[in-house]
């Protein structure tokens, strides 16, 4: 397993999981993903976002669309995509990395901190307002200093194992019970009583 770069081909892709996942596509740019790929089957299990703003007095850097397809979950898929975004934005000079989310106790693990609406740099703030209007009304804004930004090693393990499973919520066979009948008392048709 590794994480990559997204590649211009795969934006109907992302799209596509963004869209079922019901995760923020505003200001959708592919080049700004990163996408996480089985080394042997080359499927992809797993993707996110950094999204720079540069409104205000300083640029500020946002992790956001962060998505891990079901049968890939609970295997350390999301810590590193979101370590590659870290990373990027280290890379890009940020000390400091927000996110808007649903998940706080996830990122919580990585060293991500709440913090008040009022904490966040403006353009965060109206788009804080934004994304609980429109799409996670539960979000609340977390931030991390990207020195103090550690993905726990059961993480680190879980990802190197990491193979597709069964999707989280496999469809189960239809039972009589189903359709309202009760298969002890039930008879049928062509019953030949034995």
Request: some cysteine; aromatic content about 8%.
């Amino acid at each position: 397993m590794y994480v990559r770069d997204a590649k211009n081909r795969e934006e109907v892709w992302l799209l596509d999981r963004i869209e079922e996942m019901e995760l923020d596509e505003t200001a959708f740019r592919s080049r700004d993903y990163v996408v996480a790929i089985d080394e042997e089957s080359h499927e992809k299990a797993g993707f996110g976002r950094i999204r720079i703003h540069k409104g205000g007095d300083e640029p500020v850097c946002e992790l956001t669309s962060i998505g891990v397809l079901p049968e890939w979950r609970n295997q350390g898929v999301g810590a590193h995509v979101i370590e590659r975004l870290v990373e990027y934005a280290s890379d890009e000079g940020f000390d400091t990395v927000y996110s808007l989310t649903n998940a706080s106790e996830f990122l919580a693990q990585f060293g991500f901190e709440r913090l008040e609406p009022a904490q966040l740099p403006d353009s965060l703030r109206d788009r804080l307002a934004t994304k609980q209007e429109n799409i996670q009304p539960d979000a609340v804004p977390l931030r991390v200093a990207v020195d103090r930004f550690e993905v726990p090693g059961r993480l680190r393990t879980r990802f190197k194992k990491a193979s597709a499973g069964e999707p989280e919520e496999a469809e189960l066979e239809e039972g009589p019970e189903d359709f309202g009948i009760d298969p002890d008392e039930a008879t049928y048709k062509y019953d030949t009583g034995d």
